[in-house]
């Protein structure tokens, strides 16, 4: 039986090379798509914190006024819906900026 012939140590070093090149490519593609998740998480996050300090902000507001003037609970649950809407407000407006561009970290 005849053996194949190893190859040549120019043609084993070329091999060798091309693959180290795709094996590098595939890890930056890799490292670049971990960054984008990490990224999209931090914008759902960034969003999800406006919505809920303009509620907490509101309500506790809302919930002085009440202790103030002793009308509890009308004026806190009149400021909770207006804490919602703020916070809709802002969560729009940031998630706009987000989508322009104008918004990086």
């Known amino acids: 039986m005849n053996e194949p012939e190893p190859p040549s140590e120019e043609d084993f070093s070329a091999r060798l090379k091309k693959a180290q090149q795709q094996q590098e490519q595939a890890s930056w593609q890799r490292s670049d798509l971990k960054v984008e998740r990490s990224a999209g998480a931090g914008k759902a996050w960034r969003l999800s914190v406006e919505m809920v300090a303009a509620l907490l902000v509101c309500g506790w507001f809302g919930w002085l006024l009440d202790k103030w003037l002793d009308t ?16 809709l407000y802002n969560v729009i407006k940031v998630a706009r900026r987000m989508n322009s561009g104008e918004f990086e970290e």
Do not use: S
């Open 72 to 87: 509890k609970p009308w004026v806190m649950l009149v400021f909770l819906i207006v804490g919602a809407a703020v916070g």
